[in-house]
């Protein structure tokens, strides 16, 4: 599997606070039968104010005390961006590093407010697709208004928006509501990717086979396949051939 969505960058978000914690959640990651790993800290101007500047230098430590660790997980980097104003000049002054590509074009990893679908995110897609980026939505199905109305995220995936479920939605880890959206989403086929979003080693693990356990289930083993590695590997291939680790 392969997990593009998680925390493990040690005290840059809300992740884990030590190297040592990090180094733990990798291990736990790795007897899941997680093989590669994107890290993706978050960018929230005024909350955590990271960028590339910030991402690269602690991503770099945390893959040198992996290999010291003898831990057999290839480690990429990109960030989960909060929806923002800021967005626009930290994309103009090439700060957020990017969640690899799609038939073509640059992803981004993109946060929802938790409440509700901010007004202006169907022109800000737009303001992103004429500078040849593509989103991809993290865990609309843990949004409190896509929740209620799943259907209103269809304007942003036609607008060419990818989705990304959180593994604990699917196996139903944050509440029926959550399970169902996903549920839905994924009946609607409308779904690219599952992934961990892991910040802890206990309320919020790195964990994915649970998930893909589910998804087997309910979809078939082709389904599930899709969408922990067919997809996951077509979108961050090239940051593992950067990568090289
Ligand atoms: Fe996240």
Not at 49 to 75: C, H, Y
Not at 108 to 125: A, F, K, N, T, V
Request: proline content about 6%; hydrophobic content about 45%.
């Amino acid at each position: 599997m392969i997990d593009i969505h998680n925390h493990i960058i040690p005290a840059i978000d809300d992740g884990p606070a030590t190297m040592a914690q990090a180094l733990d959640l990798l291990k736990m990651a790795e007897q899941d039968g997680i093989q590669r790993l994107v890290c993706t800290p978050h960018m929230h101007p005024g909350r955590y104010d990271n960028d590339v500047r910030t991402i690269s230098p602690a991503f770099n430590a945390l893959i040198e005390k992996a290999m010291d660790s003898g831990i057999n997980i290839q480690l990429a980097m990109a960030a989960e961006v909060r929806f923002s104003d800021e967005m626009m000049i930290q994309l103009n002054s090439n700060r957020i590093p990017m969640l690899g590509q799609w038939q073509g074009q640059s992803c981004i990893l993109l946060e929802m407010p938790h409440q509700r679908i901010p007004i202006g995110i169907d022109s800000m897609l737009g303001w992103l697709a004429r500078r040849d980026v593509r989103v991809i939505i993290a865990h609309p199905e843990r949004n409190k208004e896509v929740m209620i109305h799943p259907e209103r995220i269809f304007p942003l995936v036609e607008r060419g928006a990818l989705l990304q479920l959180t593994a604990g939605s699917v196996t139903g880890a944050f509440g029926e509501h959550a399970q169902s959206a996903a549920r839905w989403f994924l009946d609607k086929e409308i779904v690219q990717f599952v992934a961990s979003d892991a910040h802890n080693s206990k309320r919020r693990p790195p964990s994915m086979k649970a998930a893909s356990l589910v998804l087997k289930d309910w979809y078939g083993q082709e389904m599930q396949h899709q969408l922990t590695w067919v997809n996951p590997n077509h979108l961050t291939e090239s940051l593992f051939l950067q990568s090289g680790s």
